[in-house]
């Protein structure tokens, strides 16, 4: 079983402090739902975790083992995925970047063969998610932080997606942070909900 954790983890600007003093833990067979009020800190522990802050106090480890270098096994799922992608790079290249998912998986997402050629401008909202997912599930991923990744997506879509996400991370043992301001999002899918205001000082 892997185990990720944070201890005593703060971080702020200055005298303005957004976590002081949190601690959380969580294994690889869990679904965590993670509730925070908007500016509550959410997104910057999403960082934290994932290694895009590392100006921070305290510690975050996978099975004891802190991130020095290289493929991070606590992958971040972004609420904008046309951010975080190559506007210039064609999709099977944008996937391929991290890996390249077997059938199984693309059918479980929905990925159609002809999307590989299309620029990311051209693909819609929920389709550009299914390949940030995707990238994200690379066979090295420990754990997923998926932050705010449904918000702007219709219902319909929303419900697709959780269902792929969950059903390939199980079969991989990933274990999945749910972030979110939805207690009704968290409920439906997560095993447990942990508030922000009750890890933090």
Not at 161 to 178: D, Q
Request: include cysteine; proline fraction near 3%.
């Amino acid at each position: 079983m892997d185990v990720m954790k944070a201890e005593k983890v703060s971080f702020g600007y200055g005298s303005h402090k957004i976590l002081q003093n949190l601690n959380f833990e969580m294994n690889n067979n869990q679904v965590i739902g993670l509730f925070g009020d908007s500016g509550s800190g959410k997104s910057t522990l999403c960082k934290i975790l994932t290694g895009f802050i590392t100006d921070y106090e305290g510690e975050v480890t996978v099975n004891g083992q802190k991130h020095n270098g290289g493929y991070n096994p606590i992958q971040l799922i972004y609420q904008h995925p046309e951010k975080v992608m190559n506007p210039r790079w064609k999709m099977k290249d944008v996937l391929e970047e991290s890996w390249m998912p077997d059938e199984k998986i693309l059918n479980e997402f929905g990925i159609k063969k002809e999307w590989f050629k299309r620029y990311p401008s051209e693909l819609s909202g929920g389709e550009l998610q299914r390949f940030s997912i995707l990238r994200a599930l690379n066979p090295k991923t420990k754990f997923i932080i998926a932050d705010e990744i449904s918000t702007m997506l219709d219902a319909v879509t929303q419900v697709q997606i959780w269902e792929s996400l969950l059903t390939v991370a199980r079969e991989n043992n990933v274990g999945v942070l749910l972030v979110s301001h939805d207690k009704r999002l968290i409920n439906r899918i997560s095993d447990e909900m942990v508030y922000l205001s009750d890890i933090t000082d």
